[in-house]
């Protein structure tokens, strides 16, 4: 019996608090290049965007049940608080940085971004004929009144605008039209460059709009929801259906926050909780202006002040011949980014026009907007193959966007495939049947990421190209499986030797793998794990893991974003370290490498460590079996133990502890960048 430990977690929303904390050191750094470091601010602001329409809502919910009596529902101390908190010290920061830093470091290179400041008479001309002539066409004020039927839009810019006539007070709320209009207005004066907020504009011209009253107060304000869909497994009709009726709502949700420029006077703010239906809780002081994640469409271009360009890599194990002739030579592996996505769309567009080709099965989580994929599998229907396709139409706010895609592909005869509504395929797979000379050659792909080029640019992942018999005739079962659209009744209802299938093997295999590490650490044998994933969430495994640490395995761990795991804790996690990645890339692929006493084991697959993963998603992890490309990730993992540019240290308190540089500097992408260029 192995001896019981105590054991603890982080709170999995205030680490996620913490991540996109590292998102904004990044737009700290001076080091990176200043475009980068504004892209940076748009992804922090995009990320908390989504904190209060994902998680905020769970945590509010949570918070209202444990205030009920007779419910065994607990919400941690503060929570709520420690979040807001978190919240308010990064906004803080953020607004320092880009104020202080960012705004000076924009000037010294002849660019003027007007942030609350006053224009100058040049500009002032400028702006006044762009509003005049594009501006003015979209402006809808809306004057409030306690039976106003008015409803502000998620995510949406408003002014809240304070009025007086004689001896008569109104409030108004006016949109400012950035759905229809650039955020940015960019005015070029031989060098001089001058950016100005579209708010600041509509602000500006606020007399033009009410000429014959005057102007008491100006506010800025926007409305987050919920972004929570409920579908019912009951339900008679499709889930295409009943998806796209639950999406008109979505923008309807609870409002989640309300987020506003201080000032606004306290009957107005009384008023508006009345009409907007809003929480105390949901009531945010903010800064002038909102959605700052519109900052990734800055409107100045200048590659001196941008990362520099790496051109993508060509695979070389395709050079004569088919890619699946080359597939049936041997396994061959894709690192996304660095390596071109061609051979990936040259899979599917082979398969289309291949006369042997019978059959196509994928699955499809996020699917790019202009999807040659999906183009490609459109071809090949037309072409008279069989093609099956498994579309996830629940992948949240890309569900539009595939239901779309899933349409076009039924109108030609490809068979849909959706998931139970309580059950996401998160899964990466696909594979293609041949028939030559009578017999049935398989050849398929599986990944970590999405089948999708666009986001391929710039997330990390790794895409294995095989023929390997044993896991294509299980990807075969898998979508056998997946067409029943059917619940796993029982772990043991597909007997998967080489796949991980959560709902199935996933949880179980993984624990083994540790175990195993544990039996060898006992013996006195070598024992160690490495595991790069984006989450590690799942209690079961995490406390797995403090067991191996206690019996002496050493463990390496690379986490980008949620880590409940605490590292470093003596007598639970002290041969445990837990560090984190952010760069140019998005890191998406997940790893998990075995030791194995010197025989080791990798695997990649599409599952974090989460709750969700484990218990409510079809995911597949898969081994690799050629030595070539095992000792190639492996490299590439160790490239990545070694950052010290662009990875912290996750401590014991959660916080982004930045790597000791007093060794050479080592930034990981880079060095994988130029390992696979002089590898080609």
């Avoid at 004929?129 to 995510?155: G, H």
């Avoid at 800064?287 to 993508?312: A, C, E, R």
């Avoid at 099965?361 to 996020?366: E, N």
């Avoid at 079996?625 to 490239?639: F, M, R, S, T």
Wanted: aromatic share 10%.
């Amino acid at each position: 019996m192995t001896e019981m430990i105590a054991t603890a977690f982080f709170n999995r929303d205030l680490s996620w608090l913490k991540f996109n904390e590292r998102i904004l050191m990044e737009a700290e750094r001076t080091e990176v290049p200043l475009l980068e470091r504004i892209r940076f601010l748009s992804i922090f602001s995009s990320n908390l965007d989504e904190f209060y329409r994902v998680r905020m809502p769970v945590l509010l919910a949570l918070e209202k049940l444990s205030n009920k009596e007779d419910n065994d529902i607990s919400l941690q101390d503060d929570l709520l608080v420690e979040a807001h908190k978190l919240i308010t010290s990064q906004q803080q920061r953020y607004g320092l940085v880009l104020k202080n830093s960012i705004i000076p470091a924009l000037k010294e290179h002849k660019i003027s971004l007007f942030y609350t400041e006053a224009f100058n008479k040049t500009i002032k001309k400028d702006i006044t004929r762009y509003f005049l002539s594009q501006v003015m066409a979209f402006l809808q004020p809306v004057y409030l009144t306690a039976d106003t039927d008015f409803f502000p839009a998620n995510n949406q810019l408003y002014f809240l605008i304070t009025l007086e006539r004689k001896e008569s007070s109104k409030v108004v709320v006016l949109n400012i039209p950035s759905n229809e209009l650039p955020r940015f207005y960019k005015s070029t004066q031989g060098e001089d460059t001058s950016v100005v907020f579209l708010d600041d504009i509509v602000r500006f011209h606020l007399d033009y709009i009410f000429p014959d009253d005057k102007i008491t107060g100006c506010y800025s304000f926007k409305v987050t929801r919920d972004a929570e869909i409920d579908l019912k497994d009951e339900y008679s009709g499709s889930l295409s259906d009943q998806l796209e009726k639950q999406l008109l709502k979505r923008d309807l949700g609870l409002a989640t926050r309300f987020l506003h420029q201080p000032g606004i006077p306290v009957n107005v703010l009384e008023l508006l909780k009345k009409l907007f239906n809003l929480r105390k809780r949901s009531l945010v002081e903010g800064g002038q202006y909102h959605n700052l994640k519109d900052f990734m469409g800055f409107p100045v271009n200048n590659p001196k002040l941008s990362n520099t360009t790496w051109s993508k890599i060509c695979n070389t194990d395709v050079i004569d011949g088919t890619l699946t002739q080359a597939i049936n030579k041997g396994d061959i592996i894709v690192h996304t980014p660095y390596q071109s996505y061609d051979s990936v769309l040259r899979f599917f567009n082979e398969a289309a026009l291949d006369e042997h080709t019978v059959e196509i099965y994928i699955t499809l989580y996020r699917v790019a907007s202009d999807s040659k994929i999906v183009n490609a599998l459109i071809s090949a229907a037309k072409n008279g193959k069989k093609v099956t396709v498994l579309v996830e139409l629940k992948a949240r706010f890309d569900e539009a966007n595939n239901i779309k895609w899933a349409k076009k592909m039924k109108a030609v005869g490809i068979d849909i495939i959706y998931s139970v509504s309580a059950l996401k395929v998160h899964a990466k797979v696909a594979l293609v049947k041949r028939k030559i000379e009578g017999r049935m050659k398989y050849t398929g792909l599986l990944s970590t990421g999405n089948f999708n080029e666009s986001t391929a640019a710039f997330y990390t992942d790794h895409i294995l190209m095989t023929a390997n018999k044993d896991l294509l005739r299980e990807i075969e079962l898998l979508f056998i499986f997946l067409a029943k659209r059917e619940k796993p009744t029982r772990p043991d209802l597909i007997k998967f030797e080489h796949l991980l299938v959560a709902q199935f093997n996933l949880q179980e295999k993984f624990l083994n793998l540790i175990d195993r590490e544990i039996n060898y650490a006992r013996a006195g044998e070598q024992a160690e794990i490495t595991i790069k994933m984006n989450n590690l969430e799942e209690k079961v495994l995490i406390d797995k893991l403090y067991e191996a640490s206690t019996a002496g395995v050493k463990i390496n761990m690379i986490v980008r974003s949620i880590c409940r795991l605490i590292p470093g804790v003596p007598g639970m996690s002290e041969n445990i370290t837990v560090t984190r990645i952010v760069d140019r890339y998005l890191e998406h692929g997940r790893i998990f490498i075995f030791g194995n006493n010197g025989q080791t084991e990798v695997y990649l697959g599409s599952a974090d460590w989460m709750n969700r993963n484990i218990y409510r998603r079809i995911e597949v992890c898969f081994p690799i079996y050629d030595q070539h490309i095992k000792d190639e990730l492996i490299n590439l993992v160790k490239i990545q133990k070694e950052d010290n540019t662009q990875a912290v240290i996750i401590d014991e308190q959660m916080n982004n502890v930045p790597v000791n540089n007093s060794h050479k500097p080592v930034e990981s992408q880079l060095e994988i960048y130029n390992f696979l260029k002089n590898k080609s």
